[in-house]
């Protein structure tokens, strides 16, 4: 079965320290990756997708298929990144898998 | 609209009365779905619409759900009999094609039960 990991439900960190967000992900076929964002009081939007290789925001995310994980990743969190992050999975018909989301909470 | 529409945007009702709720899809987006996303969970997929038909609808709970497209554009879900474990945000999402195309999400529907 399809399955979504995010170990953590809260990340806090201080501003100007570095971010990661794990994501592992369970499925037998050639997965593709996304993660959503949601910030406080906008809706759930897409932040980056596997296929795609780019930084959006300063934030990277590489699929490692031998350690089935996606974290996402930023070098430098700003007060602005604070928002609840999913990570989703899709199998092929654009269903999306999604965890349980992981809220980053950075300080000033 | 520049992007989906969900209506209402809250929902309060007893237990046991049905519920409709409604999305308009970006226009031109041929793929449909539907999400829940119940208190500490993450979201659930409930349904996909290509078109006006439902090849995948592994994700409704029960027989008590029910989703129609029309016109290959606004889609209601229908839950009949409500239960209080029906409480969730209840999203809609679309995307161009149902091929690699990111979804685009509406703001959501809060359903209470009470």
């Known amino acids: 079965a399809q399955r979504v990991t995010q170990p953590e439900k809260l990340l806090s960190v201080f501003k100007g320290a570095p971010v990661e967000l794990k994501c592992n992900y369970s499925?037998?076929?050639?997965?593709?990756l996304f993660w959503y964002v949601q910030y406080s009081r906008q809706r759930l939007q897409l932040l980056l997708r596997h296929i795609s290789r780019e930084s959006i925001k300063g934030f990277t995310a590489d699929l490692n298929k031998g350690e089935t994980s996606f974290h996402l990743k930023k070098p430098f969190a700003q007060e602005e990144d604070s928002a609840m992050y999913y990570c989703?999975?899709?199998?092929?018909?654009?269903?999306?898998?999604f965890g349980t989301g992981t809220r980053l909470l950075v300080s000033p | 609209g520049a992007g989906v529409s969900q209506s209402p945007s809250n929902k309060v009702t007893e237990k046991g009365k049905d519920v409709e709720l409604r999305c308009d899809p970006i226009?031109?987006?041929?793929?449909l779905y539907w999400y829940r996303q119940s208190l500490g969970q993450g979201l659930e997929f409930l349904i996909y619409f290509q078109g006006n038909s439902a090849p995948d609808k592994s994700g409704l709970p029960s027989d008590r759900f029910s989703a129609e497209r029309t016109g290959g554009s606004v889609s209601t879900l229908t839950i009949q009999r409500t239960q209080q474990e029906d409480s969730a945000v209840y999203l809609c999402?679309?995307?161009?094609?149902?091929?690699?195309?990111?979804?685009?999400f509406g703001d959501g529907t809060r359903l209470s039960i009470l």
């Open positions: 999402a679309s995307s161009p094609t149902s091929e690699g195309q990111p979804q685009h």
């Open positions: 499925y037998s076929g050639s997965p593709e």
């Open positions: 989703a999975l899709s199998t092929g018909f654009q269903k999306l898998v």
């Open positions: 226009s031109g987006h041929t793929a």
